[in-house]
């Protein structure tokens, strides 16, 4: 059970790393577009 809660747990930091939209450097292109457009 452990090692399932600690998968979890690290699929869930990578979605929030990879989702954050305070960094437009380490995310996706279009999330930086729409920053710069605003």
Known sequence: MAEG???TIA???TII????PG???KTEPPIGTEQ???
């Open 5 to 7: 809660r600690s998968e």
């Open 11 to 13: 699929i869930g930091i």
């Open 17 to 20: 790393l990879t989702r954050t």
């Open 23 to 25: 960094d437009p450097h």
């Open 36 to 38: 710069n457009a605003d």
